[in-house]
């Protein structure tokens, strides 16, 4: 039984069905449990947290980005799927830290001063929070000065950039030299993203990394982790 609502959360994931009411990418999929209806009845059989973040949703998302990169999945496919598993995690969370189950890290990310593009911020988030991280979002149009407070505060292993125009992936390099300033930079690994940006840009400005897209970006911070202990 266990198995059968880890496999049928997996699969309303690539789906990108949050609730029964959504239709899904099949058809007759309507008035079906979603991800919601399934986490909660997952909790109330008493099944293990860590399976089903890692069966349930880690794993549905490594498919959906097989299939973002195969073409078969589209940006607003990815989203859906993304939405269902930060819902998920709501749900999660309080359980999760109740249970002491261990967080892999803590990051934080932001889009950049005068930025105000978050889609891809927040699909990072989601598959972040997917893969047993802890995020702190900022949002965006954050400045340099405010993210160097949000890492003294919260102690990151990660802060991760975004920006999506030209004009202001400048304060990406504002916000590392405002780091070094602070005696911070060598506490927190830098990682930055967007359309503008590029692996030859993030060695440019002194970032740790440059991730092409969410998943990139994940599995960069996975690589990260496992190397350090985190």
């Not at 699969?11 to 009411?21: A, C, H, K, L, P």
């Not at 999929?29 to 909790?43: D, S, T, W």
């Not at 073409?71 to 002491?100: C, N, Q, T, W």
């Not at 893969?131 to 919260?154: F, H, I, N, Q, W």
Request: glycine share 10%; net charge negative; charged share 25%.
């Amino acid at each position: 039984m266990a198995d059968d609502i880890l496999l049928l959360i997996r699969e309303n994931v690539i789906q990108g069905r949050v609730t029964e009411e959504d239709e899904g990418m099949d058809e007759g999929m309507v008035g079906q449990p979603g991800v919601i209806e399934l986490v909660n009845r997952a909790l109330e059989e008493g099944m293990d947290l860590e399976g089903i973040v890692q069966q349930g949703l880690t794993e549905a998302m490594e498919t959906v980005g097989q299939k973002f990169e195969a073409k078969e999945y589209f940006i607003p496919d990815m989203l859906a799927s993304a939405e269902a598993v930060g819902a998920a995690m709501d749900i999660l969370r309080p359980h999760l830290a109740k249970a002491g189950v261990r967080v892999k890290g803590k990051v934080v990310l932001a889009t950049v001063k005068d930025d105000l593009h978050d889609i891809g911020k927040s699909i990072v988030s989601m598959l972040l929070q997917g893969a047993g991280y802890m995020v702190e979002d900022l949002g965006t149009d954050v400045s340099p000065e405010a993210m160097v407070a949000a890492v003294r505060e919260k102690n990151p292993a990660f802060l991760g950039m975004s920006a999506l125009l030209t004009s202001t992936m400048v304060h990406m390099k504002e916000t590392i030299d405002a780091l070094k300033e602070a005696g911070l930079r060598d506490k927190v690994k830098v990682l930055i993203g967007g359309a503008p940006t590029s692996e030859e840009f993030a060695h440019d400005i002194g970032a740790d990394a440059y991730g092409a897209d969410a998943f990139h970006a994940v599995s960069i911070v996975e690589a990260f982790g496992a190397n350090s202990g985190c």
